[in-house]
């Protein structure tokens, strides 16, 4: 069982940062993918990025293409926390984030979910 606590949402102007936050506790080991989601009003939820493991030290990041180069996937291992850092914000970038994990199939775009936070509310303004 994995518990997934989200924080960091709130109301930013357009072009401005936001840091997401998820802490996840229970059993986070093994191989896995931890990632962000996200719904806007009328739309379906869309995957966002993912960091994934097999197990072991390497991490590998995806972004999708919305959100490249302007989105960060980080995690701090000691603490059992995933990190989205957001730059560059846009109004299109409003949306309930999600925090997520489950099994990695090799794949790390919208990879099967296990768990999900409680969301986070992003809202962007211009």
């Known amino acids: 069982q994995v518990e997934l606590v989200e924080s960091g949402g709130g109301s930013v102007q357009a072009g401005g940062s936001l840091r997401l936050s998820c802490a996840a506790s229970?059993?986070?080991?093994?191989?896995?993918?931890m990632g962000w989601f996200r719904q806007a009003p009328g739309k379906g939820r869309e995957w966002v990025s993912s960091?994934?493991?097999?197990?072991?030290?390497?991490?590998?990041?995806y972004y999708a293409d919305s959100v490249r180069g302007r989105f960060t996937i980080s995690q701090n291992n000691a603490k059992n926390t995933v990190y989205l850092q957001m730059v560059s914000l846009r109004s299109d970038d409003t949306a309930m984030y999600y925090c997520?994990?489950?099994?990695?199939?090799?794949?790390?775009?919208?990879?099967?979910?296990?768990?999900w936070g409680q969301g986070t509310q992003v809202t962007v303004s211009s």
């Open positions: 997520a994990r489950g099994v990695w199939n090799g794949y790390g775009e919208n990879f099967p979910v296990n768990y």
């Open positions: 229970g059993n986070t080991y093994g191989r896995n993918c």
């Open positions: 960091i994934c493991t097999g197990g072991g030290a390497t991490y590998y990041a």
